[in-house]
Structure formats: structure tokens, C-alpha cells
């Protein structure tokens, strides 16, 4: 059984650096085609792709945040970590982590974790 | 601007059929990749409803179908339950972006 669980702080101030935990069981990331990705979601809005990281340490960003986002693996933990710089309110959202079938779609998916930019 | 466009809101009665559209470009659905479907129940985590553009995972009912042309894709519900109240998604990859995208959402409402 997959299970995906997402942990960070609730609260960052703006100009912080987030850090996000993605610990995962029931797969392992050093595995042929495993891949686990991150996508967040402002409130009352739509989700939106991050970043993904794959078992061979192959690294895809967003485009449009590739400048401020960090994806690496603990394989030993059975974690992946996200962090991104420079937050700023916009940046309000549940964040999440999934599982990545077949380097096409999310097929399992963490609970979610709210992360609110405020000063 | 979400790169796949969705209608922001479907409407049925119990027992009736729905269909929400998913319209991409020559660069995602178009270029031949695959599209999937997620449903998002209130304040919970998106579920794969549909995957590779026709195919439910084990658990979701066969109410649930999925269909891809040109460079567009559809969510048909037949049937409608009180219990598909949601935000449905939908997703495909993007080659001009080099990346994985998501439809803006559609929220369907059971009258």
C-alpha cells in the first residue's frame, strides 16, 4: 500500500525559505521508473505542477519557478524534500506530494499540508 | 491561465449526464500525450478518477468515462450521485513547457 505524507511549517514569513518533507512508504525511490512529484494548490484555486525528482536522481522543474525550487531525495529515509526561496504571500497554499506512475501521472497523493506566507 | 482550459462550472440533476471538456494545444493533448482526470472531493486531496485518457483505476465506477480527440479531452458522468459534488482536473504533459500541466478545474454541482 503507497502512502504518501506531507510535513512542514504552517506559517513562513515573506523573503523565508520553505522546506517541505514528503515521507513516503510502500515503494522505493531507488526502484527502475519511480518518481515522486510536488504540486500545490492556493486556496479556491487550481493545482499546479512543481517539481518531480526520479529514482535516478533525474530532476524536472516548473518553468515559471525553476529559479527558486530544490527537489532531492533521501532514499535511505524513503523521503523527498522540497524547498523553495524567496516566499511571498501568492505563494499560499496546501502543498503536495505524490507518487508518479510511469512518468506520465500522480496516482497516489499525500494528504496535503497548508502553508500560509505571512509576516 | 492554466494551460489546459476547463469550463469553472457544470450542473446536473440526479441521474443525469455530464461532460466536462479539457482543451489543450498542438504542444500537450494535441502533441499525443496521454490525459488523466482527477476528482477532488471538498477539502480533501485529488483522487486518479481516469488514466490514459479512458481507463478508471480499480474502485472508481464504470459512471466515470473518459475520452481524448485532437487536442482536446472529456469527463462524462452518467448517473449522477449527490456523492460527485467536486472539483474534477484535468492533466497532461507539455512539451513547449517541458512539464506537467493541469486544467483550471471545473466544479460540478449536483441540483
Known amino acids: 500500500q503507497i502512502t504518501l505524507k506531507e510535513s512542514g511549517p504552517p506559517l513562513v514569513k515573506p523573503t523565508q525559505t520553505l522546506t517541505l518533507t514528503c515521507t513516503f512508504s510502500?515503494?522505493?525511490?531507488?526502484?527502475?521508473?519511480?518518481?515522486v512529484g510536488w504540486i500545490r494548490q492556493p486556496p479556491g484555486k487550481a493545482l499546479e505542477w512543481l517539481a518531480l525528482i526520479y529514482w535516478d536522481d533525474d530532476k524536472r522543474y516548473s518553468p515559471s519557478l525553476k529559479s527558486r525550487l530544490t527537489i532531492t531525495k533521501d532514499t535511505s529515509k524513503d523521503q523527498v524534500v522540497l524547498t523553495m526561496t524567496n516566499m511571498d504571500p501568492v505563494d499560499t497554499a496546501t502543498y503536495y506530494c505524490?507518487?508518479?506512475?510511469?512518468?506520465?501521472?500522480?496516482?497516489?497523493w499525500g494528504q496535503g499540508t497548508l502553508v500560509t506566507v505571512s509576516s | 491561465q492554466s494551460v489546459l482550459t476547463q469550463p469553472p462550472s457544470v450542473s446536473g440533476a440526479p441521474g443525469q449526464r455530464v461532460t466536462i471538456s479539457c482543451t489543450g494545444s498542438s504542444s500537450n493533448i494535441g502533441a499525443g500525450y496521454d490525459v488523466y482526470w482527477y476528482q477532488q472531493l471538498p477539502g480533501i486531496a485529488p483522487k486518479l478518477l481516469i488514466y490514459?485518457?479512458?481507463n478508471r483505476p480499480s474502485g472508481v465506477p464504470d459512471r466515470f468515462s473518459g475520452s481524448k480527440s485532437g487536442t482536446s479531452a472529456s469527463l462524462a458522468i452518467t448517473g449522477l450521485q449527490a456523492e460527485d459534488e467536486a472539483d474534477y482536473y484535468c492533466q497532461s504533459y507539455d512539451s513547449s513547457l517541458s512539464g506537467w500541466v493541469f486544467g483550471g478545474g471545473t466544479k460540478l454541482t449536483v441540483l
Open positions: 490514459d485518457n479512458s
Open positions: 510502500g515503494f522505493s525511490l531507488s526502484t527502475s521508473g519511480v518518481g
Open positions: 505524490a507518487h508518479v506512475y510511469s512518468n506520465s501521472h500522480f496516482d497516489y
